[in-house]
Structure formats: C-alpha cells, structure tokens
C-alpha cells in the first residue's frame, strides 16, 4: 500500500508543483524585466488566479471523490456520470466567468486594491488573463479526472509541460518581444491550453475507465459534486481572499513596496502550499476507492501515512527558506529595494511558522472530503481560509503593524490543527 500511496502522491507533487510555477515564473520575470510596480500589480490579481484554479479544483475534487467511490463500489454507470456532470459544470461556469470579467473588469480591479499606480498594468494582465480561464479551469478539471482513472503519470506530464511551455514563452514574450504584463499573461494563458491538449489524450489512451454518459440534470448528482469539491475550493479560493485581505491591510502600513514584499513572501508560499496540495490529492484517490470498497483498515494505513508525509514536510519547508531567504528575496529584487527586501525578509521570518500546521490541515480537508465527511472538510477549509485569519489579521495588524500581519497566518493554521485532531480521532472511531 505505500508503495502505491508513494507513487500517486510523488507524480502529484509533481503535477501541482507544475501548477504553482505558472504563476512563480511570471512573478520571476515581471520583477526583473518590468519592475516592482508591475510585481505589486500581479498580486493584485493573484486572488483571482485562486478563483478560476479553485473551481477547477471544486468541480474536479468533487466529480473525482463521487467517481472513484462509485467506481469502488462497483457502479461505473454512475462513475461516468458524476464526471460528465462535472465537466458540463466546468464549461458553464467558465463562461460566467469570462462574461463577467469583461463586462466588470475595472470594479473587479478596484474591488481588490487596485489603485492609480497599478491599476494599469493589472488592468493588461487580467484582459487576457480573462480570456484564457476556461482552459485553466478545464485543465484542473481533467487533472483530477485523469488521476482518479489511475493515470496519474499523465496529469503529471500536463503540468509539466505546461510549466515549460510558460517559462519558454514568458522569455520570449517579455524579455525578447517586450510585451510587459500582456506578455506574462498570454504566456500563462498558452501554456494551460498545452497542458489541457495532454490531458484530452486520456480519453484515446487505454488505461481509460471512463466515458462520457449523460442521462439527464439530476440535481443529487450536482449537489454531491459540489459538496465533495466544496472544501477543496475553499481551500484554493481563501487563499485569494486572505491574500486581498492581506493586500488592502499591507497597502494602509507599507504602500506598494510592501505589498511587493508579501508578493515575494506569497508567491514563494505557493510553491510550498503546492507540495502540501500535491500530497492531499495524491491520496485523494486512494481515501475515496478504499472508502467505497469499505477497506478501513488500509484507508487508516494511507491517512497515516499522508499525516507524517506532510508534517516532516512542513518542518523542512520552514528550515529551507529560513536558511535561504536572502537568496530568495534577491531573486526577485532587481532593483535592490533595501525597503523592500527589509520587509519581506521580516516576513519570512515569521510567516513561513505556520507551514508547520499547515499541511496536517491540507490533508485532513483531502481525506474527510473522501470519507464523504464534507462537512468536517468544509470546517476545517473555512476556518484555515478565512474564519480565523481574517479576524487575527485585523487584530493583530491593529496592535502590533507588519509583526502583527505575518504572525496572524501561522496562529490561524495553528488553532484549526486543534480542530482537526479532535475531529480526526472522532472519525476514526
């Protein structure tokens, strides 16, 4: 069984470090090549990066959890049709999606903190950005599909391409053609749509289960598909919400530079979170077809498993970018901003103390969201994503300034770890 568990989780890392890098590499050459202020205005639109890759993740999560029980129980009819639902779900909501942000783009812009000083360059970044969601969405959607239908080597070697395809392209595209924030976002926007041609060759390949099948909307159908995504989606999603909050509340303390800094900080994070995320849905597949064929004690092996892989993670996490920080910070400070290198190295310092938690957070909204536990996943992606840190954010920023802004994260995974245990040991009984 580990020898199983350590192969779906390694290629998911993987896969998911591929992910984060779409937005790591833009980060890596808008810094350099076009400045701070286009850096500042990035972040400005990373939470909406969150969103469209959140509904992904939800409907992906949730049309994967309900195929892989089904399918280990016995039911391939129902299988099929729980992600057939799910896709037809992914290509309404990504219309939505884009009617809305071409329709809304400059109150969207403002709404996040945009203002006269990067309200230009976001506005560039997120015209294109817009156009291209569908296939970002669509490329989650299919990376949790194919996984669940026990091709995990290929949603590997989809992000991975797709990671290549963006660092290529933002080269060329800001560094060689100069084509600034327009340039980064139709990078990324190219770059899915080739992880999403890979994922499409599932469907030819032999090793596929599965089958379009529709008989109908059933409204059962598509509310246990969001029930079993919702948690996941939390979880991407507040990330973005978190990361506007924390925008608006660094922008009133430390302007634009600061807000540079926590770009520096957030997306070095993202990163990390990805391997947290990449050993979550790594199992996923796992929890769900061992809870369908109501395999308890091999489902218990697998969490533990899950559960040690991500706190030993976590700790060397913390230690790396502790020790490399200065190199880290440097990497996107071209201009050798001491203000802003100043910032985000405080930042690091303290910010980075809550991937001890997080992960045993991470893994607990996997594996309850695959025990048809979505209740527990939802609690523990709402009180992570915003129920606590919010609050604290505005708490702790009020009595101690910047301190107070990167102590509030770790305090917040640390009191939904507390819910976590109790709840875990709950569910193991």
């Given amino acids: 069984m580990f020898k199983t568990f350590a192969k779906y989780v390694f290629l998911n890392v993987m896969s998911m470090l591929g992910l984060s890098l779409y937005i790591l590499v833009d980060t890596y050459f808008i810094a350099n090549e076009i400045g701070r202020q286009a850096l500042a205005a990035l972040n400005i639109i990373l939470p909406l990066f969150y969103l469209v890759t959140g509904v992904g993740i939800l409907l992906g999560t949730g049309s994967s959890c309900a195929y892989s029980i089904c399918r280990g129980a016995n039911n391939d009819s129902e299988a099929n049709q729980s992600l057939t639902s799910g896709f037809l779900l992914a290509i309404i909501v990504s219309l939505v999606f884009t009617f809305l942000s071409f329709f809304y783009l400059r109150e969207i812009l403002l709404l996040l903190g945009a203002d006269?000083?990067?309200?230009?360059?976001?506005?560039?970044?997120?015209?294109?950005?817009?156009?291209?969601?569908w296939s970002l969405i669509l490329s989650n959607f299919f990376a949790c599909a194919v996984r669940n239908d026990e091709n995990p080597k290929l949603a590997t070697a989809s992000m991975l391409l797709s990671s290549f395809l963006n660092i290529l392209l933002d080269y060329l595209f800001i560094c060689v053609f100069k084509w600034g924030m327009f340039g980064a976002a139709l990078a990324t926007g190219i770059a899915s749509l080739g992880g999403l041609a890979v994922l499409l060759l599932h469907i030819l390949c032999k090793k596929n289960k599965f089958y379009f099948e529709f008989?109908?909307?059933?409204?059962?159908?598509?509310?246990?598909?969001?029930?079993?995504?919702?948690?996941?989606?939390?979880?991407?999603?507040?990330?973005?919400?978190?990361?506007?909050?924390?925008?608006?509340?660094?922008?009133?303390?430390?302007?634009?530079?600061?807000?540079?800094?926590?770009?520096?900080?957030?997306?070095?994070?993202?990163?990390?979170?990805?391997?947290?995320?990449?050993?979550?849905?790594?199992?996923?597949?796992?929890?769900?077809?061992?809870?369908?064929?109501?395999?308890?004690?091999?489902l218990k092996a697998v969490a533990k498993y899950a559960f040690i892989t991500v706190f030993v993670t976590g700790l060397t996490v913390?230690?790396?970018?502790?020790?490399?920080?200065?190199?880290?910070?440097?990497?996107?400070?071209?201009?050798?901003?001491?203000?802003?290198?100043?910032?985000?190295?405080?930042?690091?310092?303290?910010?980075?103390?809550?991937?001890?938690?997080?992960?045993?957070?991470?893994?607990?909204?996997?594996?309850?969201?695959?025990?048809?536990?979505?209740?527990?996943?939802?609690?523990?992606?709402?009180?992570?994503?915003?129920?606590?840190?919010?609050?604290?954010?505005?708490?702790?920023?009020?009595?101690?300034?910047?301190?107070?802004?990167?102590?509030?994260?770790?305090?917040?995974?640390?009191?939904?770890?507390?819910?976590?245990?109790?709840?875990?040991?709950?569910?193991?009984?």
């Fill in 215 to 298: 008989t109908g909307f059933k409204a059962i159908r598509f509310l246990k598909i969001i029930s079993l995504g919702t948690a996941a989606f939390i979880n991407e999603f507040s990330a973005g919400i978190v990361m506007a909050a924390f925008n608006l509340t660094i922008h009133t303390l430390a302007g634009n530079v600061g807000i540079a800094a926590y770009g520096i900080i957030a997306n070095t994070a993202l990163v990390a979170i990805a391997v947290f995320n990449g050993i979550a849905s790594g199992a996923q597949p796992l929890f769900s077809y061992l809870h369908g064929a109501q395999k308890k004690q091999e």
């Fill in 318 to 429: 913390y230690a790396l970018v502790y020790l490399n920080k200065t190199d880290i910070i440097a990497l996107f400070n071209k201009e050798s901003n001491p203000k802003l290198a100043e910032i985000a190295s405080h930042g690091i310092n303290m910010y980075f103390l809550s991937f001890i938690f997080l992960g045993l957070n991470v893994a607990a909204i996997s594996y309850f969201a695959s025990i048809e536990e979505p209740i527990k996943a939802l609690s523990v992606s709402l009180l992570r994503g915003c129920v606590i840190v919010i609050p604290v954010l505005i708490l702790f920023s009020g009595l101690w300034g910047m301190l107070g802004v990167w102590l509030s994260q770790p305090f917040a995974e640390m009191l939904t770890l507390l819910f976590v245990l109790t709840s875990f040991k709950k569910s193991l009984k």
């Fill in 116 to 133: 006269n000083e990067v309200f230009q360059d976001a506005r560039e970044y997120f015209y294109i950005f817009s156009f291209f969601a």
